[in-house]
């Protein structure tokens, strides 16, 4: 099971292939050149099904998403909200496993999905999956990149190293209290982009933006070049553009579940039909995007 994702655009056809960190890379680069920012969702693979996971994944690509966030299910997921919990209780009891969610993920390369695809799970099951062979499978199905909520960077030497030598970013969260101190410590490791959790507490759709967003991202910039991408909490378009004027990156996980359950839900839905949720994920990304297209603050390096 070996994907290659090919260097689009010039140079396409010389037979040379990007790695996650630079296929990351540019895509924070291709929405900065069209002064936006870069949209991340977030979905839970195998929620409901895999089958309907798959779809929703292609149609939010087809949508616009820049970079797609895929969540591997785990029976506690610590920082994640109720709808998240749910999305993954559902799932693993659909069976799915880390091996299930690689697979998955080949499948969405078969399939055309050619955005940098991140994996973000916990760091027990990939303890038991054995760490060097989770990156090395990752890698070989297609994933760009790894985000481990609860693995902070002083105990993830090993996880790095196999990373970086497969080309393979991993991602580090960052709370809005963290001193300058820490802010430094985390931009300097993470590879990727650095994910700044815009609240206290767990994931989870908000009636609003805390106020210290945009501050949190000004003293994040003030010590990485990085890009510097914002989640948890955001459950709008409006909140989107809001965080899209100062961030690189927006990311949206449990609003887009929300979107799904309603879909699966709703009148005429027919069960293990995955077309009514697909085109609720895509319609709401798309106009998730259509938010972004705004005239951001120019943070390109100079």
């Not at 300097?188 to 933006?209: E, M």
């Amino acid at each position: 099971m070996s994907v290659a994702i090919e260097r689009q655009g010039s140079g396409a056809g010389s037979g040379r292939f990007l790695s996650g960190v630079e296929r990351i890379a540019g895509a924070f680069a291709a929405a900065r050149r069209e002064r936006r920012a870069a949209l991340m969702p977030y979905y839970t693979l195998g929620y409901p099904d895999l089958e309907t996971s798959a779809a929703v994944v292609r149609a939010i690509a087809d949508a616009g998403a820049d970079l797609i966030e895929l969540g591997v299910p785990f029976s506690d997921p610590l920082a994640d909200g109720r709808t998240i919990q749910r999305s993954t209780q559902v799932a693993l009891r659909q069976g799915m496993t880390v091996r299930r969610c690689i697979e998955g993920v080949a499948g969405l390369r078969r399939d055309g999905v050619r955005q940098p695809l991140l994996l973000m799970g916990y760091i027990n099951p990939i303890l038991a999956y054995g760490l060097s062979r989770f990156v090395a499978d990752s890698v070989a199905a297609g994933v760009d990149g790894l985000i481990v909520p609860d693995l902070p960077p002083e105990e993830a030497g090993e996880l790095e190293t196999a990373c970086r030598a497969l080309g393979c970013a991993l991602v580090y969260l960052l709370a809005p209290t963290a001193s300058a101190e820490r802010i430094r410590e985390v931009a300097g490791r993470t590879t990727g982009f650095l994910y700044l959790v815009s609240l206290t507490g767990v994931t989870g759709a908000r009636a609003s933006l805390p106020e210290n967003v945009e501050n949190f991202v000004a003293r994040a910039r003030s010590a990485t070049a990085v890009p510097l991408a914002v989640g948890f909490g955001i459950s709008t378009p409006e909140q989107a553009a809001q965080v899209g004027r100062v961030a690189d990156g927006v990311i949206v996980g449990s609003k887009l579940i929300d979107v799904v359950e309603r879909a699966i839900a709703a009148p005429g839905a027919i069960p293990g039909q995955e077309t009514l949720p697909a085109a609720a994920a895509g319609a709401f990304v798309g106009a998730l995007r259509d938010a972004l297209e705004i005239d951001r603050i120019d943070h390109s390096p100079t």
